[in-house]
């Protein structure tokens, strides 16, 4: 891989960008021109595993709702499951809220900088805290998702197979705008979803690449439901028997419970 390689595939990406790039509702900075943190973590978050055409309605309707983090950290979890309802993968909802109590009550409402500690709150993994110190902080950190892989593994590791992301991070790390990378991780993402729409989804060769499962009749589906059901208030166990009838119950609930979405007390349950 040569530098004049790596000069093309920038141009490319950044050519790409200024003729095509999208207007998301994420990257409008506020009235002084940063980026609140705490709004990109909800974008974050909730684009984890989620379409950008459904979490966009989403998103303005979770901040009209909890329009700072205070405000998030001081509401409870059927609350913030209300609106939530729909995007699917409920446990970020807990762990949003989670995130947002820890910055108030562990870092005085500042919102953290480092990487170390944004990592350190409740569902930010590594990558999620570098793409949070890109876009809110515009620092040069590498982490990879489905559309960096893709654009990476169209332009340089064509016709090949399992490419782990350990062969692509050092080209990501190479080719970061060290001035913007801010804007040149947007070109890589809105460049990513032009090549799944024009060429297909090159992702599938990624080593790391897992197919979705079907949500209809899933244990998603059955969570989903059930979790939907305890936002009108508590409910007994043979409500659940009555109404799903699914041999999957006993262990869902369990999982729900084990995983502090839901409380159970004897044969009620309630939200967390």
Do not use: C
Not at 16 to 29: E, M, N, Q, S
Not at 58 to 70: C, G, H, I, Q, T
């Amino acid at each position: 891989m040569t530098n004049n390689d790596l000069e093309l595939f920038k141009e490319t990406v950044w050519g790409y960008y200024h003729a095509h790039g999208r207007d998301l509702p994420w990257r409008v900075p506020e009235p002084n021109g940063d980026f609140d943190p705490y709004k990109v973590m909800v974008s974050e978050v909730m684009l984890q595993q989620t379409q950008v055409n459904r979490v966009k309605t989403k998103y303005n309707e979770f901040l009209v709702r909890f329009p700072s983090v205070a405000a998030l950290a001081r509401s409870s979890f059927s609350e913030v499951l209300q609106v939530w309802t729909g995007l699917g993968y409920n446990r970020r909802a807990k762990f949003l809220l989670g995130a947002a109590v820890a910055v108030v009550t562990e870092h005085n409402g500042v919102f953290p900088t480092s990487a170390k500690e944004l990592e350190s709150l409740p569902g930010i993994g590594k990558n999620t805290a570098a793409a949070i110190r890109v876009y809110a902080f515009n620092k040069p950190d590498v982490f990879i998702e489905t559309n960096i892989r893709t654009v990476f593994i169209h332009h340089f590791f064509a016709g090949k197979e399992a490419v782990g992301d350990k062969e692509l991070l050092p080209l990501i790390e190479a080719t970061v705008d060290q001035e913007n990378p801010r804007e040149w991780y947007w070109a890589l993402m809105d460049y990513g979803t032009f090549i799944k729409a024009s060429v297909g989804n090159v992702g599938r060769v990624s080593a790391h690449y897992k197919k979705q499962s079907k949500f209809e009749g899933s244990r998603r589906q059955l969570r989903a439901r059930i979790l939907r059901s305890l936002l009108d208030g508590p409910k007994q166990l043979d409500y659940f028997l009555l109404t799903y009838q699914d041999e999957r119950l006993d262990s869902v609930l369990s999982d729900l419970a084990g995983e502090g979405l839901i409380i159970r007390v004897n044969k009620r349950f309630t939200l967390a």
